[in-house]
């Protein structure tokens, strides 16, 4: 078997993981990033939530999600932000910097929340969103005029109209108006329908539709899926033909916006000298004789067996969706190195689905000291050269806490630096 | 078992699901062998719809004639286990590339089952011709090298090119592969006849006791089209004190499978593994250049055609995941000399879908003064012999714009890359001159033994 050395591992494709990997290569470290699938940074929405609402008002989007973090700091100890929210402004200024640098400008709002309309109508409490998702103050519109394509699947704006007024964020006399858009073809997704709209052509057949309900002051808005590698340059064009900008609101997976930060933080860690391997399962790892420091990561693909070799671990393999967690019967598994997993083995989940305080089984996870490194229910460290990041930390909702980007952002950024020792 | 009037439907608390029957053709069944046995049916269930293989997909992105790996693979894989006719038209513009597989978080075998749905509908509505024709790599190389001045003309001739759009369709717009005027087994035992000539004995010059032996399968591009890529791995193997065999192999039988000819890909795995097996047998490592050719032996003939390669699985290996074993054990006897060029790197699918990464760029890595930049721009498009047919060159162009993209931005004319093919897509759609990794790494081997 081959095996390979390297400074730093980290396991995880998402946006823990490239973080943290990003972060220890610009710090100087040679790095190797193995992900089993894509990471679910390509099904997310694409904004980078910190804090959604309110802590006393649940129902009230977050004025300003810094304020909220540094309250909850104070009360909950075991959140993951009380390890990583020292870090969080050097995190989100890191964060900002490679997306400028790989063409994919992030924005913030102040210090407030962005709140971004959805595909269904509803608001999304966010605090750094894409370009094309930086949408002006509803509150100073008056008319919205909500462009649809026919052969969309998953995407309604007579849905997203009802909604949007319904949800009383539009000032009065605010007049909403749909562009149904057709097009030659047969029915798509939201992928390949942003291909489609790379194309010039393709664009100025669909502002010649859109072009009629257009009054000047009009806000337009689109579902995500103003292109993928060449986004940029669709922005610009439709713009141009339009005479105004378009904004796109957070819609359902596939999600271009993610998928788009998704491939620039991939192709900024490739190009930076991350060594990338993906489609590649942990197939078991080596403890030295105290198991006290993890020596070697072996890895199983099709092409056979390699070793990993690392100074410092980041186990960014997120909870059960990305696989980290395993759950069974009255028991929950960190899946790679049998850590011990935080969880309430009476209580999995409320009676209603849809129940504000959000569900136990999200907040499972593993529980972390200040430098990140995994520890069992007396404190003590388990593996000295492991760090975790992400989903997998247990102690945050992040569905209904709205921070599971953030979280990801500043303990990824945060394990990163401390596994390149720049700390 | 032909399952053409009996069909198979899956009974409550059966313990396994059975096969799909066969949609006609002799043969023509769905399932490989031992491990594919009935057990793939279940792998749909692990499909929990969260998009990840259609958000990957280099097809769905520019097209809509494809439905998707998704729904072509485990959405219509539970209708098709009931009724074999729900196979949807549009997998025939799968290109077999396998990013649906690996991204997929839940190890659900999304790219084999388009694969084998890919076979079933070939199976119920046939091929085209040129399809079966194109699949036959090996034919048409053996025949080339009869004539190849004759053949490469005729190639770079539009009138002739036009005509065999309309006639054949095969597309205009892509020259098709010059053939080397020598094939590599040829050269091979030139090669060898100049080496004994010389009295050269690679063991005893070296002082390299390794003793081991290695056979180097060259794959159709390499025997056909580029024999000095063979010609390379020959020198780099000496070079370290190894004297590689090399064996006159068919063609292994993907761009069949490719086709959804696996009857035709099965043959040719038979006869490949009929080549192979002595060598297995005896021990040999196997180590190839092609990481298409790779594959198709480690992974899909168990996965696809039920054929066993029968060697221990690290018997048949890349060049380069061999180099580096020796480079471990110490036995790089030379040290490359300094190739001061700047190069973009393309990661072909096939060699992403081994899960090991690019084991060549670690090699590369021993060449001083060679700067390699990876072009992460995804899939080249050509997938073999998917861009020359004629209504799918469109989409394989459209597929390698991003990889012409990375190539502007980065200012970059020379590239390099394990595939043959994704080297003459690259080579069509920038213009530039492309290696495969071994040349440069005989080339730093050469010129570091003409300074010594």
Not at chain 1, 85 to 102: H, K, P, T
Not at chain 1, 184 to 190: K, L, P, V
Not at chain 2, 393 to 410: C, D, H, K, T, W
Request: proline share 6%.
């Amino acid at each position: 078997m081959n095996s390979k050395k390297t400074d730093i591992m980290v396991i995880g494709l998402g946006l823990a993981g490239m973080v943290a990997a990003a972060r220890a290569a610009e710090l100087g470290k040679k790095v190797v990033l193995v992900g089993k699938g894509a990471g679910s940074l390509t099904l997310s929405s694409g904004g980078i939530d910190l804090w959604g609402y309110s802590l006393e008002q649940p129902e009230k989007p977050a004025l300003s999600p810094r304020h909220e973090i540094s309250r909850l700091v104070e009360r909950n100890k075991d959140h993951p932000y009380a390890k990583a929210a020292d870090v969080l402004e050097d995190s989100l200024a890191f964060f900002q910097a490679v997306c400028r640098s790989a063409g994919l400008p992030y924005l913030s709002n102040g210090l407030g929340n962005w709140l971004v309309p959805t595909a269904l109508g509803t608001l999304r409490p966010t605090c750094l969103v894409p370009e094309s998702m930086a949408v002006p103050d509803l509150q100073q519109v008056a008319r919205i005029l909500l462009v649809g394509f026919a052969e969309l699947k998953d995407f309604y704006p007579a849905v997203l109209a009802v909604n949007l007024q319904k949800c009383g964020c539009l000032p009065s006399g605010c007049r909403l108006d749909i562009a149904d858009v057709r097009m030659s073809g047969r029915e798509m997704n939201a992928v390949t329908l942003a291909g489609r709209l790379e194309q010039l052509g393709v664009l100025e057949e669909v502002v010649a539709q859109i072009r009629p309900h257009l009054t000047p002051g009009t806000l337009v808005l689109v579902p995500p899926v103003l292109g993928r590698a060449r986004h940029r340059q669709v922005r610009e064009n439709l713009a141009a033909l339009l005479g105004c900008p378009a904004y796109e609101v957070a819609g359902l997976p596939p999600a271009l916006p993610g998928l788009r930060l998704s491939d620039a933080l991939l192709t900024h860690l490739k190009r930076n000298g991350v060594t990338v391997l993906s489609g590649s399962t942990v197939h078991s790892v080596r403890l030295d004789e105290q198991r006290r420091r993890c020596l070697a990561v072996q890895l199983a693909g099709p092409g056979g067996r390699l070793e990993v070799q690392a100074a410092a671990y980041v186990l960014a393999s997120g909870s059960f969706l990305g696989g980290g967690l395993k759950a069974g019967p009255g028991l929950v598994q960190e899946t790679i190195f049998g850590l011990p997993v935080q969880f309430d083995p009476d209580g999995w989940a409320c009676e209603e689905f849809l129940d504000r305080r959000g569900h136990a089984f999200n907040s499972f996870g593993l529980r972390v000291n200040e430098n990140l490194q995994p520890v069992d229910g007396e404190g003590r460290v388990c593996l000295e050269n492991v760090l975790a990041a992400g989903a997998i930390l247990g102690g945050s909702n992040w569905p209904v806490e709205k921070c599971g980007n953030g979280v990801a952002l500043t303990s990824g950024y945060k394990a990163g630096q401390l596994a390149a020792g720049g700390v | 078992m032909s399952g053409m009037d009996k069909r198979d439907y899956p009974e409550p608390g059966a313990e396994s699901i059975a096969r799909p029957a066969s949609a006609g053709g002799a043969g023509a069944t769905c399932a490989g062998g031992s491990a594919a046995q009935g057990s793939h049916a279940y792998d749909l269930d692990n499909c929990i719809k969260c998009t990840i293989c259609l958000a990957h997909c280099p097809v769905s992105r520019v097209t809509d004639k494809f439905a998707g790996p998704k729904q072509n693979g485990p959405d219509l894989e539970r209708f098709r286990l009931l009724e074999p006719a729900a196979v949807h038209p549009s997998i025939v513009y799968c290109t077999g590339c396998r990013t649906c597989e690996v991204v997929c978080p839940s190890g659900v075998p999304v790219a084999a089952m388009n694969s084998r749905a890919k076979a079933q509908y070939v199976a119920r509505y046939g091929a085209p011709l040129r399809d079966r024709l194109l699949a036959t790599p090996d034919v048409a190389g053996r025949l080339a090298t009869l004539a190849p001045g004759l053949i490469n003309r005729l190639g770079r001739s539009n009138w002739l090119r036009a005509a065999g759009e309309k006639l054949a369709g095969v597309s205009a717009a892509l020259p098709l592969p010059r053939y080397a005027d020598r094939s590599f087994p040829v050269l091979y035992r030139m090669w060898r006849r100049e080496r004994q000539g010389a009295g050269v004995n690679s063991r005893s010059s070296h002082g390299v006791t390794g003793g081991e032996k290695v056979l180097y399968y060259p794959g159709c591009y390499v025997n056909y089209n580029q024999p000095q890529i063979g010609l390379a791995v020959l020198d780099v193997l000496v070079a370290s004190g190894v004297e590689a065999r090399v064996e006159e192999f068919p063609c292994c039988g993907l761009p069949a499978i490719s086709a959804g000819l696996y009857d035709a890909a099965r043959h040719k795995g038979e006869e490949t593994l009929r080549l192979l097996k002595p060598y297995l047998e005896e021990g040999y490592r196997v180590v190839t250049t092609c990481p298409s050719c790779l594959f198709t032996l480690s992974q899909k003939y168990g996965e696809l055609l039920g054929l066993d390669l029968a060697g221990r699985p690290e018997q048949i290996t890349d060049i380069f995941t061999y180099l580096l074993e020796l480079k471990e054990q110490g036995r790089f006897s030379l040290n490359p000399a300094p190739l001061p060029l700047r190069l973009a790197y393309h990661q072909p699918c096939h060699q992403r879908a081994m899960g090991c990464g690019s084991p060549s760029l670690d090699v590369l890595a021993l060449i001083p003064e060679l700067q390699v930049v990876d072009l992460a721009a995804g899939c080249c498009g050509l997938a073999g012999t998917y861009g020359f047919k004629r209504e799918k060159y469109p989409v394989s162009r459209a597929i390698g714009e991003n990889v012409r993209q990375a190539m502007e931005q980065l200012a970059l004319s020379e590239a390099v890359t394990e595939c043959g093919m994704c080297a003459l897509q690259i080579g069509h759609l920038t213009g530039a001159r492309v290696y495969h990794p071994v040349e440069l790494l005989s080339r730093a081997f050469a010129q570091a033994g003409q300074k010594g």
